[in-house]
């Protein structure tokens, strides 16, 4: 708990109530999102080489396939927990719609995930470099490791992604 | 052995080949003859004097899409007086996305005044011929005697959600450099978008 000594609570009042702002500020939004305005900057989430297993899945508030396979990322993620596993739900989003759709997605379907927002123009010149059979369709899922890679353009079931993620985990 | 190996291996290229199924640039592309929101039913054939046809795969409910009727409407009303009318075409299941239902396509053109017509593929056998994978999705045609010859597959332009931010107008291009009697470049883009919504089996 907090300091609540008398001598600390008269000079640094201000700063405790600046804390608590903070702090009530931080906890209305939830979970932080990080977004990237550049590929190049996002390229590396799909190009890491150690022994955890990424599952990089693709998806959108607006997108309704995605939203409905989302639970079974979900369940993956609770199942692989503590393991060598990593579970990056990219939006596709726009960044202005962080606050009044992302976020509050977030919240309401309780993601445990890390989410990141790729909103980078010209998406033809980094599509292909996602996956050159890509279409540009949503959701998509890259499923990899140092050693083993997996694309999917549409949807993946609990029972399918299970399924990869405990065959090729390290 | 070998030739089994070889055919095992085709048998398997043919399984994974099931998403790039459909027209590339060069291809000759079906003429259909759907239902438009007027009821009444539209071909290319309709358009005897065009040089050509855009034909559009488009929908309601997509943010994607409605991002760019307005500049669909504008590609239109520029195109369709040098020969270039656009065909929108919503490929989406109603059962599955009920957002796109014929009813609903009425109401969405009307609102927004779309100035060419708006067609229901409503068993998607077109949207499956022409290999339509988002929406919304371009497939640019050039007619060449009876044919319509595909020149031009992929997006509208670089920039779904900015058009005051657009580096390239990839289908107006495409299409300035058909009416100057050039060969587009690029003829294939991509971008991203809303999957097509099939109907379940």
Redesign the interface.
Known sequence: MLDTSGAFMKTNLKYVLFFFALLIYSFSFGQQVKVYRDFDEFAPLLQRENDTTYVVNFWATWCKPCVEEMPGFQELNKKFEGKKFKLILVSLDFESNIKSKVLPFIKEHNVKADVVLLDAPEQNKWIDRVNKSWSGAIPITVIYNKDFYFFREGTLTYEELDKIVSKNMK | MRATIILIMSLVLAGTSN??QGYKVGDKAADFRLKNVDGKMVSMSDYPDAKGIIVIFTCNH??YSKLYEDRIIAINNKYAVKGYPVIAINPNDSIR?PEDSYSKMIVRAKEKGFTFPYLLDAGQSITRAYGA??TPHVFLLQKEGKDYIVRYI??ID?????PA?V??K?LENALDNLLAGRKPD?DF?????????WAEK
């Open positions: 998403f790039a997509c943010p996305q994978s988002r992929g997006a670089d920039n779904s959600k900015d931010a580096k390239e990839y690029p883009t991509k971008a991203i978008g809303c999957t097509i919504k």
